[in-house]
């Protein structure tokens, strides 16, 4: 194997790892949490006003709040479940 081939194998590694870091920045990220949200308000929203749930709006505030709920990372649980539970 060339100095050239390692190159440019070398890069495509590079390129794939920024391109995985850019999409767990994404995953993680504030903003994808808010949209989904607001998603998740809006379709509960509709879905409670087509079965003519009284006051839909201020009832889909509860399962958006729970959906952001449980978007947030609870530190002691990841640390435990990455030591006790999941094998690599």
Request: net charge positive.
């Amino acid at each position: 194997m060339s100095i050239e081939d390692l190159e440019q194998r070398l890069n495509k590694i590079e390129a794939r790892n920024k391109k995985v870091e850019a999409n767990k920045a994404w995953e993680t990220s504030l903003a994808r949490k808010i949209i989904l949200v607001i998603i998740t308000y809006l379709i509960v929203g509709l879905t409670l006003t087509t079965i003519k749930n009284p006051q839909p709006w201020i009832n889909a505030i509860i399962p958006s709040l729970g959906f952001f709920l449980s978007t947030l990372t609870l530190s002691f649980v990841k640390d435990y479940w990455l030591k006790h539970i999941y094998k690599s």
